[in-house]
């Protein structure tokens, strides 16, 4: 299966711990996309990756909050001193340039902070 | 601010029947619409698109309506299956905005024999 994998899938942590996740895009797409998920709600964007430049961020990601992608290839998206009010399914997608509203998100890990 | 609007949190329909879901959105700058499906323990998957210079497109059993001037857009499911019971979001973008997806809240279908 070539579709988009994130690890870890589940994530428990105590609040003030730092986290990081990790996504692997589809091979060919080199656009990628972070958003974060609560309950009762749609994905929110959080931040895009044309290669390796960061090109976009959402005001929802905080100092706390940094996104990498440092050859293109898969991303990290690390959360230092975690909060409660960080628990929440992280997904990831990705897309062709030619298709960028096409997003194929993956499996998503889910943070719970305690 | 929610600028994609689902306003109905469930749906149920019978087997074989129409399902029907409804978006709103409030940015007139919007040019890009989706609908993605969802289930439980899984990523969203793209069903389908339509651009704001139409005001319909089908695939199979999916039609999408874009009505611009009222802000409006809808999913059609024709005839509904068991497999389509799921967690449905409508999603919007800009033009300018390099992909970056608004999402509405989700619809959760739940189709019954």
């Known amino acids: 299966d070539t579709g988009v994998s994130q690890d870890p899938r589940h994530k428990i942590t105590k609040r003030g711990q730092n986290v990081t996740f990790r996504c692997d895009p589809i091979s060919e797409h080199n656009r990628l996309y972070w958003y974060r998920q609560t309950l009762g709600q749609g994905p929110e964007f959080l931040t895009y990756?044309?290669?390796?430049?960061?090109?976009?961020k959402s005001r929802l990601l905080s100092d706390r909050f940094s996104a990498e992608r440092p050859k293109g290839s898969f991303s990290t998206l690390e959360i230092q001193r975690t909060e409660q009010g960080d628990s929440a399914m992280y997904l990831c997608?990705?897309?062709?340039?030619?298709?960028?509203?096409?997003?194929?998100f993956g499996p998503g890990t889910r943070l719970t902070v305690t | 601010d929610q600028q994609v609007k689902q306003n109905s949190p469930s749906l149920s329909v019978q087997e074989g029947r129409i399902s029907i879901l409804n978006c709103d959105y409030t940015n007139s700058m919007f040019d890009y619409f989706l609908w993605y499906k969802k289930y439980p323990a899984e990523g969203p998957t793209f069903l389908i698109s339509?651009?704001?210079?139409?005001d319909k497109n089908e695939d199979g059993r999916f039609t999408v309506f874009l009505n611009k001037s009222a802000k409006h857009l809808s999913l059609h499911i024709v005839p509904s299956q068991p497999g389509d019971s799921a967690v449905y979001f409508c999603a919007a973008s800009k033009g300018d905005s390099w992909g970056k997806l608004q999402f509405g809240a989700g619809t959760q279908v739940v189709v019954t024999p």
């Open positions: 990756f044309q290669n390796e430049a960061q090109l976009e």
């Open positions: 997608a990705s897309s062709l340039d030619s298709r960028p509203y096409e997003q194929y």
């Open positions: 339509i651009s704001s210079i139409k």
